[in-house]
């Protein structure tokens, strides 16, 4: 179940990548990285307002049709949690003109994000590591859409 989905993930950047979209931020690099906590407090605390019935839908910092020529550098945050029976995540878009060693770097500036809950069902079981899976799903998915549209093409696919 999981593999599918990342191989999704996976699929969507070598697309991006392909195309000359996006690269890593190394070049033998890898689009995902795990970051501890402390370093992702404000996805962490965004899926703690989600599960606490406090979500919010995909929120612009700005126009989104400058966003592609405002930044060269993209970063997404993102994390999930379960507790009770329930599971929720966040994800956080931010952008900058610099090369950035560290996620909490101030050059980063926040672009949009969204916090939601998961519904259960048999593609999606009430775990944290689902929750976190949604998360960069949801992310990868929304960041297609807008360098789709910016580029005059849609190109997701829904199941």
């Not at 697309?15 to 992702?40: A, K």
């Not at 970063?75 to 999930?80: A, K, N, R, T, V």
Request: net charge positive.
């Amino acid at each position: 179940m999981y593999a599918k989905r990342v191989s999704t993930i996976h699929s969507i950047f070598s697309r991006w990548m392909s195309q000359g979209w996006v690269r890593p931020p190394q070049i033998s690099g890898d689009f995902l990285q795990h970051v501890y906590r402390e370093y992702n407090r404000q996805a962490d605390r965004g899926a703690t307002q989600a599960l606490e019935g406090r979500p919010h839908n995909i929120m612009f910092s700005g126009a989104r049709r400058d966003v592609l020529q405002t930044y060269k550098n993209f970063l997404i945050e993102f994390d999930g949690g379960a507790r009770d029976h329930r599971a929720s995540s966040c994800w956080i878009l931010k952008g900058s003109n610099r090369a950035t060693e560290t996620t909490s770097d101030p050059r980063w500036t926040r672009i949009a994000s969204r916090s939601f809950c998961l519904a259960e069902g048999p593609r999606d079981p009430i775990t944290a590591v689902n929750a976190e899976l949604a998360a960069v799903e949801n992310a990868v998915l929304c960041f297609d859409v807008l360098i789709s549209r910016h580029l005059g093409r849609v190109t997701i696919d829904s199941d």
